[in-house]
């Protein structure tokens, strides 16, 4: 059994509950019991199929234990195996830049760069470089995440893209 469904089989009767409580409370919600209802309804590979895909969909982390644990041999592994693929294509197409280290010399250059390249005010831009290493913007692509490592590179800054 894979593990994200052995995560989620403990909520299935919390589910239930909540959808039969919604369907109960004078009309309202219909579209959350529809989708309660939905998601019930599922094998345990369509849900390994939903996690992956919700996870995507708000941009957490895909290389999760559930994608690399999963024994061979059980059920829906030609399905999730093709949704693996997916995802490293996804993975590919939007980089996070991230600050390792920086010089101290170099600290204001940076934050200024920091401050040019995001909406932040001059005291959230200086505690963000200050906590390096952190990820300044995420969900870039290729080209964009490159152009804005190397300025920060320019401006003396150990910079990664993820």
Do not use: C, H, Q, W
């Amino acid at each position: 059994m894979p593990l994200v469904f052995s995560k989620l089989a403990p909520l299935i009767p919390r589910l239930r509950r909540l959808s039969t409580a919604v369907t109960t409370a004078a009309g309202e919600g219909p579209k959350l019991s529809r989708i309660a209802d939905e998601l019930l309804e599922l094998s345990p590979a369509e849900l390994d199929d939903y996690a992956a895909l919700l996870r995507l969909k708000l941009r957490l982390s895909l290389t999760s234990n559930a994608a690399s644990l999963s024994s061979p041999g059980t059920a829906g592994d030609a399905a999730s195996g093709s949704s693996r693929a997916e995802e490293a294509a996804a993975v590919k197409t939007a980089f996070d830049v991230k600050i390792e280290k920086y010089e101290a010399a170099a600290k204001i250059k940076i934050i200024k760069e920091v401050r040019a390249v995001t909406d932040l005010g001059l005291k959230e831009a200086k505690e963000l470089v200050e906590k390096a290493p952190v990820v300044v913007r995420s969900g870039l692509p290729k080209e964009e995440a490159e152009a804005l490592a190397a300025k920060l590179k320019a401006a003396g800054a150990a910079v990664a893209l993820e």
